[in-house]
């Protein structure tokens, strides 16, 4: 698989953007899994599980695109919400990272189509008028969003984020909790940690026991490790087939 920061690409030409995007994705699609067999050990992997969890609220389409374009991303906004609700704007001569932005109109409730393709299509849907139609999603469009480091102004605020305090036997006790809650558990040392920047992981199954697998990096604050672990475990609770 190629490197990100040789893979970076843009998108300029308006007439065409929309099919070079699709075009780019599907490449992006097809080296994925190409190389699928090796994709957990590889750095470009983790380099992409790093960047969706910093966007979790985005689509894996809309990661690869960020990721592709602009690789050390953390927070991306439009050009607008950047001024209006942060009071940043995006510095002079910055180029967009465009993503797919849904269209949200009136919908046929028939071939779910705007009016305008109902129109042109084959739907015979005509029992209520295109104005009393409800709201839906007919489709994606390219919409400019631009990274917190192409923005300039107020600066966002920083969360302190570790716990503190005396943390007992409490990492012993969550650990002992994973076998109850069907969760393996490991603690890695710093010096083996994979995952960049994030405290912890719940992504995959263990191929031992087929159980969600929380990986956590070690560290001598045992008070955040327990934090992270809680988590974590959430996690593994929330988004795994995990009873009681």
Known sequence: MSTTRDSSVSFDETDTRSDEMNRTIEQWIDDLVAGVDDAQASAEFQEWLDVQSRFHDYSYRNTLLIKRQCPEASRVAGYQTWQEEFDRHVTEGESAI????????????????????????????????????????????????????????????????????????????????????????????????????????????????????????????????????????????????VDD
């Open 98 to 241: 465009w993503i797919w932005a849904p269209i949200i109109t009136k919908q046929c409730p028939e071939c779910e189509n705007s009016p305008s393709y109902h129109e042109d299509s084959d739907c015979d849907y005509d029992e209520t008028p295109p104005e009393e139609w409800s709201e839906g999603l007919v489709g994606f469009k390219p919409a400019p969003v631009f990274d917190v480091s192409q923005t300039e102004g107020e600066p966002l605020p920083d969360l302190d984020t570790e716990a503190t305090g005396d943390a007992d036997d409490l990492v012993e006790q969550l650990t002992v909790a994973a076998d109850d809650l069907g969760v393996t558990v490991r603690i890695v040392p710093d010096e083996d940690w994979t995952h960049g920047e994030a405290k912890g992981i719940c992504e995959q199954l263990s191929l031992v026991d087929v159980q969600p697998l929380v990986e956590v990096r070690d560290r001598e604050n045992e008070a955040d490790l327990a934090r992270t672990l809680i988590h974590e475990y959430a996690h593994a609770l929330l988004h795994f087939d």
